[in-house]
């Protein structure tokens, strides 16, 4: 079984938006785990998130930013606070009940993780990642999330931070 889901929170250069994907380690998500963090692209590397040094999040879960690591500010707010959200909204998900216990030892997750280069807030990159892995956790495990009637509404409004067509 492989559960996927999204979240974005927040605006601006701030924002959050995350792609996760989890199940049990007996199922796809330990190949696709595996492959990407021994197949490292140019400006991606993935790591496992932490909560800190010395304590990783529970399920492991292994972050790939999206977008090519910039020197300075960008790889900062990649590596210290959108990581550490991300670390800490899955380890919520799973002490609040969204993930199911056997998620704790038993399952692996995979964040593709959004960092926008002109970050310049790290309390809210932070906060941001965090709510947003939460809520990408929390719908992964919603069957038929999103529902037909959600996919109609959205059509009518397509868009994007970084695109809105004139007419959808």
Known sequence: MLYIGEGFEGSGPNAAHIN????PKDGPIAGALATAAASPGPGHLPFQAILKPNLPAKPVTLFIAKAVLQPGTHETMTWGPAQAGVAAGITEALLDGTLPAEAEDDWLAIAAVWVNPTAD???????????????????????????????????????NPFFTPKAA
């Open 20 to 23: 996760l994907y989890l199940g």
């Open 121 to 159: 807030d790290a309390e809210a990159v932070y906060a941001h990642n965090r709510t947003a892995t939460h809520m990408a956790a929390k719908r992964a495990l919603t069957r038929n999330w999103p529902s037909r009637d959600e996919l109609k509404q959205g059509l009518q409004t397509v868009g």
